[in-house]
């Protein structure tokens, strides 16, 4: 048994750690756009990244380190994301690091990048910033600002695991999601802190299981980004660890960071489980949920609040998947819509349906009627401030 | 050598063939909703339809009837899909057949729908309706209205092809798309009709030839429809035959239809060629091409004219094939807008791809620098109007 207990603020909470920001004059507003996390001894990291061919440069840097080793630097930008510059952007990287470490102890220094793509860095203007930066700073909020860019609202979160012995340890996150997002892997830069004393092996194993029902489930436009970076990194500082309490933290976490992304992706005004049940098998599951929630037709019904179920039903027949519409059945929330016995929509039902449709987040269940697999897709409208923000992304 | 003569009108020109269309009542603006071709003697078909698994009940209708049949009379109407309607689909299909064949001599007869999913057909009223047609008509024009839906023009063309001996045969195609435009099968109904005295296994080779490289190569927004039907009918009324000839004329028609059916893309206001180049296999340099033109992200740079090329880049990065940042280089019609000895756009260079970008049709090319593998998808950008379009398409 254990308690999870959300706390006020985020990474605040996480002993062992020092993190700020700062605008560094790449964002026109004034706010931040430059950040960094430090710990006081090098820790524990984990990361997984973008599947994306064309990793970005601060990926590439990072992956050049090997499989295991300790940081206790991580530099934080947005409006640049250094990908698509070649080895020049990999030593863009270094030589900012070269100069920040006659200042500070950098130990395999990291850095993590979101913006525009194909442009090199401005080093010189990031190194005099970073100079600035008050690195004994504990400023959660001034971190996270520094690395959002079409975000409309800030995502951290943080909670204390408390143990039956009445032990706890701290774990926290911040995240910046919007646009892009993609079941293949959600495209986001992730920071989740940790005071556990957890040994690297867990964190490289529940890291990944937690990804799969969390940001791999999740779809704002189908694209996946060069940049996208999930890390999880921990001071060890509360001598305490106990598996399953921890593993149900980090589930917790990206889950409901995955779901902010859903809810924050661009010009999205609902948030639509689509729960695929009585599949083959889960993958096939999982093939029709993505499709459902990745389709151009259904975002815009569900945009419409439109109860289209036909379009959910090509959907699932243009997946992929095994299926007969003989067995299938498809609910708004409980809402049947279709099944063989009922296949037109009658007034009472279309006015309950439209009705689910209007709510900010609700479920579309389709039963397929075949065998136990099943799988939860997370996907959101599309209207007309996602055009409106893509269409001129850069200006 | 052969000559392609482009005609005027569209069906009129094949001999063999009657048809005509006019308005059941389905469509409240009283145009054309119910239509049909017919020929005086039962004639070659040959068909390739969706690839979704809930084919609507015309197809699993005409798949009754077996690998070889001939027919006389395709019954066409729009606005109701006949898709997940189960048995009773396909048995409003019988009545409908059986009651107009009171009327006329039906040999294998063909039903052709597109419209709303999950909607039994309103029988007498098509009944009632097509005891009122004209069966000697051959109006063209009367027949496409009655199958187009969210089409902003009609799709109609015509062709002879004079053979070197002076003889010819014609051939000529009536066409609805918009929406739901796949590269997996794109979502339309095309039917292509000839008098040329081809062997059915030659209409089966080359129909499924030509649809490589023009439906299968389109993309308005990804969806693949329940209806998607491609037929191709001979009356072999010339007794003219040439295979190249043919095979040139039916490559021309469906290019040209695969083409209007992406510039009539719902919304679209521009076509863009994706053209690959130097992948390792032809499939290869197809599964980019074909992410190019269904990415959200690179639909709406289109739109706003930006030549955010980093979109493209990151797309190709993230479909999958083989690729190296180091080989890769971007154009937009002739201007280079990425290789790794320019990675930043400069101002010029922006410039004049902002200008390609203005035009309605222009060609992205990436050169993929690893192999000889090529394909040329088509795909349009996504603006407000497809947004406004799908919001509510049934009301």
Redesign the interface.
């Known amino acids: 048994m254990f308690n999870l207990i959300s706390l006020k603020n985020g990474l605040e909470n996480v002993s062992g750690f020092y993190f700020g920001g700062l605008n560094a004059g790449f964002k026109t507003n004034g706010d931040n756009d430059l950040g960094f996390i430090r710990s006081d001894e090098p820790v524990q990291v984990c990361a997984i990244f973008t599947?994306?061919?064309?990793?970005a440069a601060p990926i590439r840097h990072f992956l050049r380190y090997g499989n295991d080793f300790k940081t206790n630097f991580i530099l934080l930008n947005s409006k640049n994301?250094n990908?698509?510059?070649?080895k020049?952007?990999i030593n863009d990287i270094d030589d900012i690091f070269k100069e920040l470490s006659k200042k500070l102890n950098l130990i395999n220094p990291i850095m993590s990048s979101t913006g525009?793509?194909?442009?090199?860095l401005k080093k010189d203007k990031i190194i005099e910033a970073a100079n600035k930066f008050d690195f004994n700073s504990r400023n959660s909020d001034a971190t996270v600002r520094a690395i959002m860019t079409t975000d409309s609202f800030k995502k951290e979160i943080a909670f204390r695991v408390e143990l039956e012995d009445g032990k706890s340890f701290n774990i926290a996150c911040i995240c910046k999601g919007a646009?892009?997002i993609?079941p293949?892997f959600a495209t986001m830069l992730c920071f989740i802190l940790t005071d556990a004393d957890i040994p690297k092996s867990d964190m490289d194993e529940l890291l990944k299981a937690s990804v799969e029902e969390s940001f791999n489930a999740v779809s704002v436009?189908?694209?996946?980004?060069?940049n996208d970076t999930l890390m999880l990194l921990s001071s060890q500082k509360s001598g305490v660890y106990d598996k399953t309490a921890f593993k149900f933290a980090l589930e917790t976490i990206t889950k409901t960071m995955a779901l902010n992304l859903v809810k924050d992706g661009e010009g999205s005004t609902k948030v639509v489980a689509f729960e695929v049940n009585g599949a083959l098998s889960n993958e096939q599951a999982m093939k029709a949920a993505k499709a459902l929630s990745?389709?151009?037709?259904v975002k815009?019904?569900i945009?419409?609040e439109?109860p289209?179920?036909?379009?959910i039903?090509?959907?699932?027949?243009?997946s992929?998947?095994?299926?007969?519409?003989?067995k299938l059945s498809i609910y708004y929330d409980d809402v049947l819509v279709?099944d063989?016995d009922h296949?037109?929509?009658d007034e009472i039902s279309e006015e309950k349906a439209h009705k689910v449709m209007t709510k900010d987040s609700y479920k579309i269940r389709c039963e397929i009627g075949l065998g136990e697999g099943k799988f939860t897709a997370y996907g959101c409208d599309?209207?007309?401030t996602?055009?409106?923000i893509?269409?001129?992304?850069?200006?």
Chains 1, 2 share one sequence.
């Open positions: 599947s994306n061919k064309f990793k994301a990908a698509m510059t070649g020049e952007g525009v793509i194909g442009y090199r646009g892009m993609n293949a436009d189908g694209d996946t980004s060069t990745n389709s151009l037709l815009t019904a945009f419409g439109d289209n179920w036909g379009r039903a090509s959907t699932i027949g243009a992929g998947i095994e299926c007969d519409d003989e279709f063989k296949p037109e929509l599309l209207g007309h996602y055009v409106k893509n269409a001129d992304y850069r200006s």
